[in-house]
């Protein structure tokens, strides 16, 4: 699961995946074009099938091969390593092969061909996102016995002095050069591995303690309420003295327990039970009830579709997160004041509405979100936005921009790991018309 910047093991560089990972699409969408349409063009050229059999029989192969390793990444698992060595080199040896039978051919053009295939391959190897040592050599072993073989096919061919040493030294030239090259962007690749994996380490560090700094100041301030309210216990005389010393120790310890139940939702550890519900009839009855609840100068508006797909979710806490949600929206809106100093009348407007999400789509300020069906449930409010320097730490733990005792800073948090935990996402923004977004996907079965 993902989760905000700087928690532990949220949202830091990740552990780089140990095996291959697959190229990008576009990458391989252009690539296998690219071989396409020089089979086709070859084969026209040379009035042979050959060439088309052998972009097809590339595709298909590397086209495998590729899908094997999204498959296993989105499993979470790593490829064995007999079947990453195997599918590599089944793509390389079909792709060799071409280059070969083009530089054989007694004709310029078919020669500088397959001179461009192999410089082809040389970028291609080079701009690997990924650098495994094994994969390096094959590379280098690769492109450097194809390039000596083409220029042992030439000194065959021109036996005088002076091209046999312009040929054998483009050939030293060329292939340390190439592997020395090599070398240089694998040791790179492992030098950057291992900065980010310091620099994670030192993210969750700083993260744990803020983290275990922040509850320890919150809880202690709770223990003392309890503490002191208990204390006074046995020194009051007056029942109703007694009883209003108890009824503040027992709030003390429903705010423990709400501080307990924020934490545990946020990291993912909640004991969720989801039910269906209605989802029409739930949010009318939300924005009804909170209604009531907010300031005067601040109204609650209802977006809803017209019937709405049921949901199967855990009721309690999506009340609760979406009661954080408002509160935290009319407070940015109370803050605002006009030249009197009076406060200035805002909205928030609470939207539900299945959507269908694409792939393509991105949450940057917040957690992911897979492609797939959901209801959308989205609070914009009147406020002033939330600052530019801010907006990548909002979803934060205890990370808050409110006076001291106006708020925990979990609200956004707990909202996150809501989302995440029932298989959906948050995204927070600024929409361009002004205020804040946040919106809530919470992920629609098949059953319904």
Same mark, same amino acid.
């Given at each position: 699961?993902?989760?905000? =910047?700087?928690?532990?093991?949220? @949202?830091?560089?990740?552990?780089?995946?140990?095996?291959?990972?697959?190229?990008?699409?576009?990458?391989?969408?252009?690539?296998?074009?690219?071989?396409?349409?020089?089979?086709?063009?070859?084969?026209? *050229?040379?009035?042979?099938?050959?060439?088309?059999?052998?972009? /097809?029989?590339?595709?298909?192969? =590397?086209?495998?091969?590729?899908? +094997?390793?999204?498959?296993?990444?989105?499993?979470?698992?790593?490829? &064995?390593?007999?079947?990453?060595?195997?599918?590599?080199?089944?793509?390389?040896?079909?792709?060799?092969?071409?280059?070969?039978?083009?530089?054989?051919?007694?004709?310029?053009?078919?020669?500088?061909?397959?001179? +461009?295939?192999?410089?082809?391959?040389?970028?291609?190897?080079?701009?690997?996102?990924?650098?495994?040592?094994?994969?390096?050599?094959?590379? +280098?072993? /690769?492109?450097?016995?194809?390039?000596?073989?083409?220029? $042992?096919?030439?000194?065959?061919?021109?036996?005088?002095?002076?091209?046999? *040493?312009?040929?054998?030294a483009c050939l030293f030239s060329v292939v340390t050069y190439f592997i020395t090259s090599q070398w240089r962007a694998y040791k790179r690749s492992q030098a950057i591995e291992v900065a980010e994996q310091r620099l994670m380490r030192n993210r969750e560090m700083e993260a744990v303690g803020r983290l275990t700094g922040a509850f320890a100041h919150d809880f202690n301030n709770i223990l003392t309420a309890m503490r002191g309210n208990l204390d006074l216990y046995d020194e009051v005389t007056d029942p109703v003295e007694k009883h209003r010393i108890m009824q503040e120790a027992q709030a003390a310890t429903a705010r423990a327990a709400n501080l307990t139940q924020q934490?545990?939702?946020?990291?993912?550890? /909640?004991? $969720?039970? &989801?039910?269906?519900?209605?989802?029409? /009839?739930?949010?009318?009855?939300?924005?009804?009830?909170?209604?009531?609840? $907010?300031?005067?100068?601040?109204?609650?508006?209802?977006?809803?579709?017209? @019937?709405?797909?049921? $949901?199967?979710?855990?009721?309690?806490?999506?009340?609760?997160?979406?009661?954080?949600?408002?509160? @935290?929206?009319?407070?940015?809106?109370?803050?605002?004041?006009?030249?009197?100093?009076? &406060?200035? *009348?805002?909205?928030?407007?609470?939207?539900?509405?299945?959507?269908?999400? &694409?792939?393509?789509?991105?949450?940057?300020?917040?957690?992911?979100?897979?492609?797939? @069906?959901?209801?959308?449930?989205?609070?914009?409010?009147?406020?002033?936005?939330?600052?530019?320097?801010?907006?990548?730490?909002?979803?934060?733990?205890?990370?808050?921009?409110?006076?001291?005792?106006?708020?925990?800073?979990?609200?956004?948090?707990?909202?996150?790991?809501?989302?995440?935990?029932?298989?959906?996402?948050?995204?927070?923004?600024?929409? +361009?018309?002004?205020?804040?977004?946040?919106?809530?996907?919470?992920?629609?079965?098949?059953?319904?």
């Open positions: 699961m993902k989760t905000p =910047n700087n928690a532990p093991g949220k @949202n830091g560089p990740a552990l780089r995946y140990r095996g291959l990972l697959p190229s990008h699409s576009y990458e391989v969408v252009h690539r296998f074009a690219l071989i396409l349409l020089a089979g086709i063009t070859i084969g026209w *050229a040379t009035a042979s099938y050959l060439p088309l059999l052998w972009s /097809a029989l590339y595709i298909i192969v =590397n086209g495998a091969y590729q899908a +094997s390793l999204v498959r296993n990444r989105a499993t979470k698992g790593v490829l &064995p390593l007999w079947r990453r060595i195997v599918g590599l080199l089944s793509g390389t040896s079909i792709y060799i092969a071409m280059i070969i039978y083009l530089w054989l051919h007694e004709n310029f053009v078919l020669q500088f061909a397959a001179t +461009s295939g192999l410089i082809g391959y040389g970028l291609h190897s080079l701009a690997r996102p990924q650098k495994i040592l094994w994969v390096t050599i094959v590379d +280098s072993l /690769a492109i450097a016995s194809i390039y000596i073989f083409m220029v $042992l096919t030439l000194i065959i061919t021109y036996q005088d002095g002076p091209t046999l *040493a312009v040929l054998v934490l545990l939702t946020y990291s993912g550890k /909640a004991i $969720l039970r &989801p039910q269906h519900i209605a989802t029409g /009839a739930f949010v009318t009855d939300f924005v009804a009830m909170m209604g009531r609840n $907010l300031p005067e100068e601040i109204a609650l508006r209802l977006e809803v579709s017209d @019937n709405p797909p049921p $949901l199967k979710v855990d009721v309690q806490t999506l009340e609760m997160v979406l009661t954080n949600l408002v509160r @935290n929206a009319a407070d940015a809106i109370v803050e605002q004041c006009d030249i009197d100093g009076r &406060p200035i *009348a805002g909205e928030i407007t609470l939207s539900c509405a299945p959507m269908a999400m &694409p792939a393509s789509r991105a949450a940057p300020a917040a957690s992911e979100i897979r492609a797939g @069906n959901y209801l959308r449930l989205a609070l914009l409010d009147t406020g002033p936005g939330i600052p530019a320097d801010v907006l990548p730490h909002i979803c934060e733990p205890f990370y808050t921009t409110k006076p001291l005792g106006r708020g925990s800073g979990l609200g956004l948090a707990m909202a996150q790991g809501f989302a995440e935990q029932s298989g959906g996402a948050l995204r927070v923004s600024n929409p +361009s018309e002004g205020g804040a977004l946040v919106e809530l996907f919470l992920p629609l079965t098949r059953a319904e």
